[in-house]
């Protein structure tokens, strides 16, 4: 599976949108972007995926780099409970690989 | 999470001792997992399973034995208790298909004295 490089901390304001930016860019064809959360310390929470094209939810969307070898999870108007580590994670067999993700705290 | 369950929640256990640790699901799902997590490591696969007694090691399988006899359970024996296995230990279930999202169970906190 593809590494991916994620800052460590961010911080964001209540109400406003949260960017969180992650690299993959030894991803290959086949492989899909995952991202998922862990809030304290529950079990992780899958946010969204994608393969090459953007995509959205309700709780995210997904912006994948034309390259693919980047991509943006963007939390549209963050709250107080969004603060969680964030992962970002690629993978193409049937295992999920764990990276250290970035701790995305909230401010009021 | 709705669908899975896991059994104990915590635990407290001797060195030496055998634990098992319970995952249950009511999804119908084939694929399910164990995984801990220890500050500064995130979270490691032990084992995963692709359906009834069908199973693999992950990348930190060692002391850890695994099995599946009906869809609905996975269990995780550490056949002799360690320090080093005090952890929190999370269940993952996945529906066939390859691009699916996990989902996890709220996991077992597990101490080893």
């Known amino acids: 599976d593809a590494k991916t490089t994620q800052p460590p901390s961010m911080d964001c304001a209540e109400g406003r949108a949260a960017n969180l930016p992650c690299n993959h860019s030894?991803?290959?064809?086949?492989?899909?972007v995952y991202w998922y959360r862990q809030i304290h310390s529950q079990g992780p929470q899958y946010i969204i995926h994608?393969?090459?094209n953007n995509e959205t939810n309700e709780m995210a969307s997904l912006i994948i780099t034309e390259d693919r070898k980047s991509s943006t999870l963007i939390l549209p108007h963050a709250t107080l409970r969004d603060t969680a580590v964030y992962y970002c994670?690629?993978?193409?067999?049937?295992?999920?690989?764990f990276g250290q993700g970035t701790r995305l705290t909230i401010n009021p | 999470d709705a669908g899975i369950t896991q059994s104990p929640r915590h635990k407290v256990t001797e060195t030496g001792t055998p634990v098992t640790l319970r995952c249950h699901q009511t999804?119908?799902?084939?694929?399910m997992y164990w995984y801990r997590q220890d500050p500064g490591h995130g979270l490691r696969l032990i084992h995963y399973?692709?359906?009834?007694?069908?199973?693999d090691k992950g990348e930190v399988s060692d002391g850890y034995s695994v099995s599946r006899s009906k869809t609905e359970d996975f269990l995780l024996t550490l056949e002799s208790a360690t320090s080093s296995q005090t952890s929190v230990y999370f269940c993952?279930?996945?529906?066939?298909?390859?691009?699916?999202?996990?989902?996890f169970g709220s996991g077992t906190r597990l101490t080893v004295v």
């Open positions: 993952a279930i996945r529906p066939s298909g390859q691009h699916y999202g996990y989902t």
């Open positions: 030894t991803i290959s064809g086949n492989e899909y």
């Open positions: 994608g393969l090459k």
């Open positions: 994670i690629v993978r193409e067999v049937q295992k999920l690989v």
């Open positions: 999804e119908n799902h084939r694929y």
């Open positions: 399973s692709y359906g009834v007694k069908d199973t």
